[in-house]
C-alpha cells in the first residue's frame, strides 16, 4: 500500500500541535514536539501526540462528521534520571502554560495567525492528568516518562459528495 501525496488532515493536524505546543513553552527555552507517540528523547520537555478513540456520524447523505480525540503527552523527565524531582516541580510551570494557551485558542492558530482550516468547529481541550509516570517498558527500549498528558478533541466534517 502507497501513501497518499499529501498528508491526510489528521496528520496535518497533529504537526500542526506540534508548533503551537512549542509556542506554549517557549519561555521556559527549547522545547520540542512531534506528531506521533513512540518516542523519547534526552532533551526536556518535549510532547509527543497520539491518535485515540475516534467516531463517525452521518450528518447528511453526502457528509461525514468525524470526531478524533488527540492525546498530547508532556515529558519532563524520565525515571532513573537523578531529575525526578525537578521534573515534577517544572510540571507545575508547564501545565498552566499549556493550559493557558490551549484554553484561549480553540480554533488553534499559531503565532503567525495560521488558522488550521481542517475543521469547521472549535476543539474541545481538557485539562491537564496531573503528575504522571507512564510506563513504557517493553516498547523499544523507552524509559518510564514523568510527565502528564492534555487531551483533544477535534472534528472534521468530511464532504462525500461523488461525481457520477
Known amino acids: 500500500m502507497t501513501l497518499p501525496l499529501e498528508p491526510s488532515y489528521l496528520r496535518r493536524?497533529?504537526?500542526h500541535l506540534c508548533e503551537i505546543q512549542k509556542q506554549a513553552l517557549a519561555p521556559f527555552g527549547a522545547?520540542?514536539?512531534v506528531p506521533y507517540s513512540l518516542y523519547f528523547?534526552?532533551?526536556f520537555p518535549y510532547f509527543t501526540n497520539r491518535t485515540g478513540d475516534d467516531e463517525l456520524e452521518d450528518v447528511s447523505s453526502d457528509a461525514q462528521m468525524r470526531r478524533?480525540?488527540?492525546?498530547?503527552?508532556?515529558v519532563a523527565g524520565h525515571v532513573g534520571g537523578g531529575d525526578e524531582g525537578e521534573a515534577e516541580q517544572k510540571l507545575d510551570d508547564y501545565i498552566p502554560a499549556v493550559e493557558d494557551t490551549f484554553s484561549?485558542?480553540?480554533w488553534l492558530e499559531t503565532a503567525d495567525a495560521e488558522l488550521l482550516e481542517l475543521s469547521p468547529q472549535p476543539v474541545e481541550f481538557r485539562l491537564s492528568r496531573g503528575l504522571r509516570v507512564f510506563d513504557n517498558r517493553g516498547i523499544a527500549d523507552m524509559p518510564q516518562?514523568?510527565?502528564t498528558e492534555f487531551v483533544l478533541v477535534v472534528e472534521f466534517y468530511i464532504d462525500n459528495e461523488r461525481d457520477y
Open 13 to 15: 493536524l497533529k504537526t
Open 31 to 33: 522545547v520540542d514536539a
Open 104 to 106: 484561549r485558542n480553540h
Open 145 to 147: 516518562q514523568i510527565g
Open 68 to 74: 478524533y480525540t488527540i492525546t498530547m503527552r508532556l
Open 41 to 43: 528523547q534526552e532533551n
